[in-house]
């Protein structure tokens, strides 16, 4: 007997329903949809772009090598988003003073003022996406994940 899941289209999805990372990357896709249809389409920035943006503030002087460790993401990826960054006048490198063959990453004053805004229309899309939630329901959902990924550095 196959298994059906309604909520995907009616189709037949064998032992994916029951799979916990079926469910996860179904939950990012809604979750990017819904950012790209509200803080996308406000501020036209992706939720990478937007969780570098953050990282840079909150971390002067941090180098590109370590924000693409802290990112997971390899660093020819972070040189094209830095690239893209500076293109639009929102982030600046310069080299570092202690290692001249690394870059130093730091917000403009467009950056932030940008990062402000961007943070309200964050916070927004996420009130919205979750709001069949209660605030608990919210927390305890956050927790579990973390607890899925905290500390997990190997498969």
Not at 113 to 142: D, K, Q, W
Request: hydrophobic share 40%; proline share 4%.
């Amino acid at each position: 007997m196959r298994e059906r899941d309604e909520a995907g289209g009616g189709l037949g999805r064998g032992l994916l329903p029951r799979l916990l990372g079926y469910h996860l990357r179904r939950a990012q896709v809604a979750v990017f949809k819904h950012f790209a249809a509200s803080v996308g389409a406000e501020e036209n920035i992706t939720p990478g772009l937007f969780g570098m943006l953050v990282m840079i503030a909150e971390n002067p002087g941090l180098s590109q090598s370590r924000l693409a460790e802290a990112m997971e993401v390899d660093r020819s990826t972070i040189v094209t988003a830095i690239d893209q960054l500076e293109a639009r006048d929102l982030a600046v490198r310069g080299r570092s003073p202690t290692d001249r063959r690394s870059y130093c990453l730091a917000l403009t004053d467009n950056g932030r003022r940008a990062l402000r805004r961007m943070r309200e229309a964050v916070l927004r899309h996420e009130e919205e996406f979750a709001a069949h939630l209660s605030p608990s329901e919210r927390e305890e959902l956050i927790r579990l994940v973390v607890k899925l990924y905290a500390g997990r550095d190997r498969p």
